[in-house]
Nanobody
Framework: QLQLVESGGGLVQPGGSLKLSCEASGLILDYQAIGWFRQAPGKEREGVACISSSEGSTYYADSVKGRFTISRDNAKNTVFLQMDSLKPEDTAVYYC???????????????????????WGQGTQVTVSS
């Protein structure tokens, strides 16, 4: 059974940093594209950063470009999201997912959260506030 477990969230001040982790079980991470998605209060879930399998191609939402970095450690079966220069508008519950059958990481990040509204797991809360 596929299981993705998010961790690393917390409360930080504006301008601070957090590193989220997504540990995968029940799949071979080398062959899986992984995405980070978030849902803020009163807003729909959106794609934040996505990474392909072996090629390492990435896509970032415009709102986080230059501040967030997605990476993967296949030996640890884990995908990370390094978040720097955090802003209050980054406050949200962050989820990771492994969407199948997309032709690009951009399409995966943009389309997937609008197609699937369940089975997202618990996520990890990120709160950016002074």
């Amino acid at each position: 059974q596929l299981q993705l477990v998010e961790s690393g969230g917390g409360l930080v001040q504006p301008g601070g940093s957090l590193k989220l982790s997504c540990e995968a079980s029940g799949l071979i991470l080398d062959y899986q594209a992984i995405g980070w998605f978030r849902q803020a209060p009163g807003k729909e879930r959106e794609g934040v950063a996505c990474i392909s399998s072996s090629e390492g191609s990435t896509y970032y939402a415009d709102s986080v470009k230059g501040r967030f970095t997605i990476s993967r450690d296949n030996a640890k079966n884990t995908v990370f999201l390094q978040m720097d220069s955090l802003k209050p508008e980054d406050t949200a519950v962050y989820y990771c997912a492994a969407p199948p059958a997309f032709t690009s990481v951009q399409a995966m990040c943009v389309v997937y959260p609008h197609l699937v509204h369940d089975n997202w797991g618990q996520g990890t809360q990120v709160t950016v506030s002074s």
